[in-house]
Every structure is written in structure tokens, then in C-alpha cells.
């Protein structure tokens, strides 16, 4: 499962709140929710998210194996 842990971690490094990606860069706040929730995103915001945050996809998401994922496979 793709997690979003370090997404968190890596705003509060840069300062950047929820707040200042809905209001300053126009996340919609239905992504920050599945952001929170660790449900899909699309690339594109993957993609805006580094831009705004100057980073690169390690420092926003993470993979955990998910054990009821691995047992079906």
C-alpha cells in the first residue's frame, strides 16, 4: 500500500500547511482528504506536490506491504 507519512513530515519541514495548499496552490481539499486517508492520488498531483514542495516523490510517499494485499496475490 502507498502511503503518504512522509508527505506530512516533509511539509512541516518545508512550513507548508494544509491551508496554504488549498488556499496558495489550489489543492482541493477532497485530495488532501484521500492524502490523509492514504487512498489513490493521481500522478498529476504526485507531480504538483513535489513542485511545491521542491522535493522529490521519496520525500512524499512511501510503500508498506500490505498484508491482506499479499496473501491474495
Given at each position: ?16 500547511t494544509?491551508?496554504m495548499l ?5 489543492v482541493d ?13 493521481t ?9 511545491i ?21
Amino acid at each position: 500500500m502507498i502511503v503518504f507519512t512522509k508527505l506530512w513530515e516533509t511539509m512541516e519541514e518545508k512550513g507548508v500547511t494544509t491551508y496554504m495548499l488549498r488556499e496558495q496552490y489550489n489543492v482541493d481539499s477532497r485530495t488532501i482528504r484521500r492524502l490523509r486517508a492514504n487512498q489513490n492520488v493521481t500522478t498529476n498531483t504526485l507531480n504538483r506536490l513535489c513542485r511545491i514542495l521542491d522535493c522529490g516523490l521519496d520525500q512524499i510517499a512511501g510503500y508498506e506491504p500490505d498484508v491482506t494485499t499479499a496473501e491474495q496475490i
